[in-house]
């Protein structure tokens, strides 16, 4: 996953060039450093002598930040530079930037040939819905300098001779060069180029917006040496037995270029065989001739796909699961640096008072729960730390803290009581999924009974989905009122309990309203009526079961499997949308309206199957191919089609999309699953009854007993390499020691 490290936060902050420290220094305010977007909190002030003025705390502060969020630190450490960086970093600033990125994406659906029409099938001549030139090319033209006024931004904050030896930012500034004139051409031609080459370059701007979504890019172009090695014997594979079957099987070619009729033919056949995509089609014309054939096939199969495609993906997998490792030992390192910067901002004779990290905890911008569980950490601490427990102390950045436990207020009566111990017993939440059970069983029963039938409210199921209805009202209702209401709302499950019957009694209510309490009346044929509604609402109870996986060890971790990779697979989600919108447009731009209607050869496999929606007259018709041929069903018939309407030529894109979506998507994806099971599995084992595995889990959490920490010696040497901070040696113990002065000594003002 590249990096693997989290994604800057996008967070609000409001900070003022002014400061709230007295004239003796013996008062200081958190005004400057408050965070709007977090929750309300309090006026604070320490009423204690803080040895640092408000420029290193401000430094500690955005150090910090850093850290949480595994950044680097080499950025300019000026109090305008400090305050700009935070402004960046404000969650309006980073949505913005964000919000941009995806218009300039989403043009793709606007531009001619637009995607809004009621289908693709080019039968239909279904009418589209053309968007002004000018408008598309406005918005188009604000994103991009939108996009320059950020990467300016970037390139100031990390100084200009750094930006030099930054490849991603120099590329940034030539792709935006050259969108910008390729822009100018289109406004020149009022949109009527058909070529648009900056379509081409904006997955680059997702790409080099993300710092995990790079490290993955990375991750993978690390790993084709290796892939390409394993490659090359398997194309030796295809050509081998491509050789061996003209040599088997021409003689018996009903027509000149057949299957095996040349040399082309035979490779891009086994190719697709592969794939599976055409067995046993392949196979039969030989094996219906002599039996024997089928060893043939049977070996190719067995060496290519189950011995060769397996290694492709051993290989893919030791590959990224070294560079994973790296890329989450050098954001433990970034971290590391992080904190040790901003303990060297407050120290003072080599320790840091607990008012001082109490502040820094206030002025930082963190989650909620990382600020609770920093707070109960101090609690009882030593009034001053050294740097090894300030480095202890913000291992609690990435753990909640344990919420208070809540208390229902006990009724006075013992019969309510005696009830509320009941519903709040979990053997309660057992029942309701029993009844949940019963529930979803019984509109199984009635929905297949009634097959190819209009169902009618008038069936005695339908009473019984009545009562299961009040049950469900009833039941939450009861629990609501033994947990008292935040309980309840604490629990996810209870959430989505509560939700599923709101939306269940409110189409039964409004069901009984239109028909009346006898569910009675006959129901016109082919019409959706609210019981339609009640029952697809009926199926969302299903969802109630989910609380039972907790209970099923096997089943919990699968289940917290996909949670986590839900959570931590952004990157790769990421990286796949830009092979997907890249090759989308390229296709495009290849083989927009190159099929058409009626066809002048009705014997091709694509109209016998009528795949007329399938083409790449726009972008939206495009992704939908790829996803297709990503599936690798039948896609030897999109190899063929396009081959006949253009050149053979045209194979290469298919077989290029091959290699990149299935070969190196697909199987990266089966790695990662691999390594994220492999890693809640082994944890729990260790951990036994302390591992929740529906708690989900940042891959660095999960992964952080198989990475080392950084030595004392590795963090200081570190350090000294800030461009704009002068770290000192301490004469007593050999600490470091932040100059004041350096930003001035390098002319930062």
């Not at 790079?214 to 037995?241: E, G």
């Not at 290029?656 to 089966?670: K, Q």
């Amino acid at each position: 996953m590249g990096e693997f490290d989290k994604e800057p936060v996008l967070r609000d902050f409001s900070v003022t060039s002014r400061n709230s420290f007295s004239a003796d220094g013996s008062r200081v305010e958190l005004a400057d450093f408050s965070d709007e977007t977090r929750e309300p909190r309090d006026h604070i002030s320490v009423e204690q002598p803080v040895p640092k003025d408000s420029l290193s705390i401000l430094r500690a502060v955005v150090f910090l930040e850093d850290a949480i969020n595994y950044r680097s630190i080499f950025h300019k450490t000026d109090r305008l530079s400090l305050i700009v960086l935070r402004v960046y970093r404000s969650r309006l600033v980073q949505w913005t930037i964000h919000s941009v990125i995806f218009i300039l994406h989403v043009l793709a659906f606007f531009e001619s040939p637009s995607s809004f029409s009621a289908t693709a099938d080019i039968r239909q001549h279904a009418p589209r819905t053309e968007f002004p030139c000018g408008a598309i090319l406005g918005v188009e033209l604000v994103c991009l300098l939108l996009l320059l006024g950020d990467c300016i931004v970037k390139s100031y904050l990390l100084g200009w001779k750094r930006v030099l030896r930054e490849k991603w930012i120099v590329a940034f500034f030539v792709i935006i060069t050259l969108s910008v004139a390729d822009w100018s051409v289109s406004a020149a031609s009022l949109c009527d180029e058909r070529i648009r080459v900056r379509r081409l370059f904006r997955p680059f701007f997702l790409l080099q917006n993300s710092s995990v979504m790079k490290k993955a890019v990375n991750c993978i172009r690390r790993s084709l040496p290796d892939v390409f090695s394993v490659l090359l014997l398997l194309l030796f594979h295809i050509y081998l037995f491509a050789m061996l079957g003209m040599l088997l099987f021409q003689p018996m070619e009903e027509k000149p270029g057949g299957d095996f009729g040349t040399l082309k033919n035979a490779v891009l056949n086994l190719l697709v065989l592969l794939t599976t995509a055409n067995n046993p089609d392949i196979m039969m014309p030989a094996y219906s001739t002599n039996r024997l054939y089928f060893i043939y096939f049977a070996l190719f199969l067995v060496v290519g796909l189950f011995c060769f495609m397996n290694m492709l993906a051993a290989v893919i997998y030791n590959q990224f699961r070294g560079y994973f490792l790296k890329s989450l030992q050098a954001s433990l390192f970034r971290r590391r640096i992080g904190v040790r910067a901003a303990f060297e901002m407050l120290q003072s004779n080599n320790n840091v008072s607990v008012q001082s990290i109490l502040l820094l905890v206030e002025a930082a911008s963190m989650s909620r729960s990382s600020r609770s569980s920093l707070k109960e950490a101090l609690d009882g601490r030593a009034v001053e730390m050294a740097a090894p427990e300030f480095q202890q102390l913000m291992d609690h950045l990435d753990k909640d803290a344990s919420p208070p436990p809540l208390r229902p207020k006990q009724p006075r009566h013992r019969v309510l009581r005696v009830l509320q111990r009941i519903v709040s017993h979990p053997r309660f939440v057992f029942f309701g999924s029993f009844v949940a059970f019963a529930n979803v069983l019984c509109i199984t029963i009635e929905v297949s009974r009634s097959a190819g039938q209009q169902i009618g409210g008038d069936s005695v199921l339908a009473s019984i989905n009545l009562a299961f209805t009040v049950y469900y009202i009833f039941e939450q209702s009861l629990r609501v009122w033994a947990l008292g209401f935040k309980a309840f709302a604490r629990d996810w499950g209870n959430i989505l309990d509560a939700v599923v019957t709101l939306l269940l009694a409110v189409g039964e209510g409004l069901f009984i309203v239109q028909n009346g309490i006898s569910f009675g009346g006959p129901r016109p044929p082919h019409t959706f009526t609210w019981w339609d509604v009640v029952r697809i609402i009926n199926i969302l109870i299903l969802f109630r079961l989910i609380r039972l996986l907790r209970h099923i060890p096997t089943m919990a971790l699968v289940a917290g499997t996909l949670i986590d990779l839900f959570r931590n697979l952004r990157a790769f989600l990421g990286v796949l949308a830009v092979i997907y919108y890249a090759f989308g447009i390229f296709g495009m731009q290849l083989f927009q309206g190159v099929i058409t209607y009626p066809p002048t050869d009705n014997g091709t496999s694509y109209h016998q199957l009528k795949y007329y929606a399938n083409n790449f007259d726009d972008f939206g018709a495009s992704l939908v191919v790829l996803f297709d041929l990503m599936v690798v069903n039948n896609w030897h018939v999109f190899l063929q089609m396009y081959a006949q309407v253009t050149s053979e030529w045209s194979n290469l894109f298919f077989v290029a999309w091959w290699l990149f979506s299935v070969v190196m998507g697909i199987n990266l994806f089966t790695a990662i699953i691999l390594e994220m099971f492999i890693m809640k599995w082994d944890n729990k084992q260790q951990q036994a009854n302390n591992f929740s595995a529906f708690v989900p889990h940042s891959v660095h959490e999960l992964f952080r007993q198989q990475l080392h920490e950084p030595a004392e010696d590795e963090l200081i040497s570190e350090l000294r390499k800030h461009q704009y901070l002068s770290f000192s040696d301490h004469s007593e113990n050999g600490g470091v020691a932040a100059s004041e002065n350096q930003s001035e000594r390098l002319g930062v003002h």
